[in-house]
């Protein structure tokens, strides 16, 4: 069955950097776009990236534009997201997806908090 884990959320000060790791398991990795979501309390879930079979197309959230970077090794079937000048703002739980035989699947989410 698909499987998606995510890994590397943390507690961070602003301007701080992560990076988030996605295990994907259960389905041909290489053949699928893959994306990376954030929900914080009280608010809906987020598109933050997406990323291209083959790691050439790439889009992001306006409000992440030139501070996050999704990246994808198809030989290890993981998708990453560089993190970097976090904000407050980007508080939230991260969720990895993929979106395959006409429904998304989801990972348990890995919680990414920006304070000082």
């Known amino acids: 069955q698909v499987q998606l884990v995510e890994s590397g959320g943390d507690l961070v000060q602003p301007g701080g950097s992560l990076r988030l790791s996605c295990a994907a398991s259960?389905?041909?990795?290489?053949?699928?776009?893959m994306s990376w979501y954030r929900q914080a309390p009280g608010k809906e879930r987020e598109l933050v990236a997406r990323?291209?079979?083959?790691?050439?197309?790439?889009n992001y959230a306006d409000s992440v534009k030139g501070r996050f970077t999704i990246s994808r090794d198809n030989a290890k079937n993981t998708v990453y997201l560089q993190m970097n000048a976090l904000k407050p703002e980007d508080t939230a739980m991260y969720y990895c997806?993929?979106?395959?035989?006409?429904?998304?699947?989801w990972g348990q989410g890995t919680q990414v908090t920006v304070s000082s």
């Open positions: 997806n993929v979106y395959l035989v006409l429904r998304d699947y």
């Open positions: 259960g389905f041909t990795f290489s053949t699928y776009a």
């Open positions: 990323i291209g079979r083959f790691g050439s197309l790439t």
